[in-house]
T-cell receptor
Framework: GDSVTQMEGPVTLSEEAFLTINCTYT??????LFWYVQYPGEGLQLLLK?????DKGSNKGFEATYRKETTSFHLEKGSVQVSDSAVYFC?????????FGQGTELSVKP | DAGVIQSPRHEVTEMGQEVTLRCKPI?????LFWYRQTMMRGLELLIY????????DSGMPEDRFSAKMPNASFSTLKIQPSEPRDSAVYFC?????????????FGNGTRLTVT
C-alpha cells in the first residue's frame, strides 16, 4: 500500500544551521505531497505542498521539491531559528486520504 | 473564518466508560477526517467522510469505535467501552475537495486519558 518514510529524529541543530529532513514515499500513480508542522500542544499546520513532479513548494524559508525519479520530497531550510523547533510530518494525498510519515522532531538551540 | 473546532480539549475517564469526541469542520468543507496520534504508532487515519458519508473506515481499530456525521457541520467519534490503550490525542481535520490541491485543516485535538 501507499506509505511515507521520514528520517528518524530527534534532529538537534544550532540556530542558523542548514536543515534537511529526508522523506521518501511509495505510491502508485501521482500523489500530491505535503509537509505539515506540529508545535507543542497544537494540531498540524500545512507548511508547503507540491502536486506534481518537479514542483517546488515553499513557505517561511522552507522548501521541498517533488522528485518522482527518486520518490522523494526532502524538506530544507537554509538557516533555522529557535522558533522552528517542532515536529515535521511528510504526507501524501491520493484518493482522498492523507497518509503521514512518522514525524521528525526538530530542536533548534540558540 | 473559524478553524476546525474540537471538544473537549482534554478528557479523562475510567476504563469501561463511554467517551464521545466532537468536531465542527470548517464551513464549506466536504471532507472530514478523524486521526489518532500516539508515540508508538504516530498519526493513524481512523475514518473519513465525504459529504457526510463514511468513505473509508478501515483504520477504525475495532467495534468499540464508531463515528457519525449527521450533518455537514458536526461529527462525533465514540468509544464504548473505553480501554487504557485508547489513550491518545484524537484529531479531526477537514478539507474542501479530495484532491491534492486541497490541504487538510486540523483542529487542536482532544487528549484522551483512560485510567
Amino acid at each position: 500500500g501507499d506509505s511515507v518514510t521520514q528520517m528518524e529524529g530527534p534532529v538537534t541543530l544550532s540556530e542558523e544551521a542548514f536543515l534537511t529532513i529526508n522523506c521518501t514515499y511509495t505510491a502508485t500513480g501521482y500523489p500530491s505531497l505535503f509537509w505539515y508542522v506540529q508545535y507543542p500542544g497544537e494540531g498540524l499546520q500545512l507548511l508547503l505542498k507540491a502536486t506534481k513532479a518537479d514542483d517546488k513548494g515553499s513557505n517561511k524559508g522552507f522548501e521541498a521539491t517533488y522528485r518522482k525519479e527518486t520518490t522523494s520530497f526532502h524538506l530544507e531550510k537554509g538557516s533555522v531559528q529557535v522558533s522552528d523547533s517542532a515536529v515535521y510530518f511528510c504526507a501524501l494525498r491520493k484518493g482522498g486520504k492523507l497518509i503521514f510519515g512518522q514525524g521528525t522532531e526538530l530542536s533548534v538551540k540558540p | 473564518d473559524a478553524g476546525v473546532i474540537q471538544s473537549p480539549r482534554h478528557e479523562v475517564t475510567e476504563m469501561g466508560q463511554e467517551v464521545t469526541l466532537r468536531c465542527k469542520p470548517i464551513s464549506g468543507h466536504d471532507y472530514l477526517f478523524w486521526y489518532r496520534q500516539t508515540m508508538m504508532r504516530g498519526l493513524e487515519l481512523l475514518i473519513y467522510f465525504n459529504n457526510n458519508v463514511p468513505i473509508d473506515d478501515s483504520g477504525m481499530p475495532e467495534d468499540r469505535f464508531s463515528a457519525k456525521m449527521p450533518n455537514a457541520s458536526f461529527s462525533t467519534l465514540k468509544i464504548q467501552p473505553s480501554e487504557p490503550r485508547d489513550s491518545a490525542v484524537y484529531f479531526c481535520a477537514s478539507s474542501r475537495g479530495g484532491d491534492g490541491n486541497s490541504p487538510l485543516h486540523f483542529g487542536n485535538g482532544t487528549r484522551l486519558t483512560v485510567t
